[in-house]
């Protein structure tokens, strides 16, 4: 499976719900494995591969605990900045997993695609900081858009993924030639 691919494919499970029983059976942690698999399977010389993996690695290990629905329900019913502190680990690894992949579609002068990832990176950043001035500052006029960039910034990064998956940059084996 072509490295994109993989990301994409655990990204989905990450970001779907489907609670049967209480239980999410789409765990985080199978997303998150899924997505290291193809973090991993990036060529050596990937920009911040390793720095990604671990940031991926970091997430799993947070998501772990999560599959538990006492432990869900408790972070549900605590205090937003709670919930806000849990998705921090999810928040790194895909901006840092946009910056790695703005640096190669650069290099590889894809600017277009460079320019995509950088503004998905972007929106991660934006996600990550826009629950303090929302819970903290209390600007609860940022409360609508917050909740819009959380569900489409991780849209747009998995679109991006699907279509990207193919090209060269984006780790994809070369052709054989004969």
């Not at 990036?42 to 991926?56: K, S």
């Not at 503004?119 to 940022?142: K, R, S």
């Amino acid at each position: 499976m072509r490295p994109f691919r993989a990301v994409a494919l655990g990204l989905l499970v990450v970001v779907l719900t489907v609670v049967a029983a209480r239980v999410d059976v789409l765990a985080d942690p199978l997303g998150w494995v899924l997505v290291l698999v193809g973090v991993r399977a990036l060529p050596p010389g990937y920009p911040l591969r390793l720095t990604v993996t671990a940031a991926v690695g970091l997430a799993l290990l947070i998501s772990v605990p999560l599959v538990l629905p006492p432990a869900r329900e408790a972070i549900a019913a605590g205090p937003d900045a709670v919930g806000w502190g849990f998705s921090l680990p999810t928040l790194l690894a895909l901006g840092l997993l946009t910056h790695a992949i703005g640096s190669a579609a650069g290099r590889a002068g894809d600017r277009g695609r460079a320019t995509l990832y950088r503004a998905v990176e972007v929106g991660f950043v934006v996600v990550a900081v826009l629950p303090v001035m929302v819970i903290g500052a209390g600007a609860d006029v940022l409360a609508a858009p917050a909740a819009l960039l959380v569900v489409l910034v991780p849209i747009v990064l998995l679109l991006a993924l699907f279509f990207d998956a193919d090209r060269a940059w984006a780790g994809a084996p070369r052709p054989a030639s004969g």
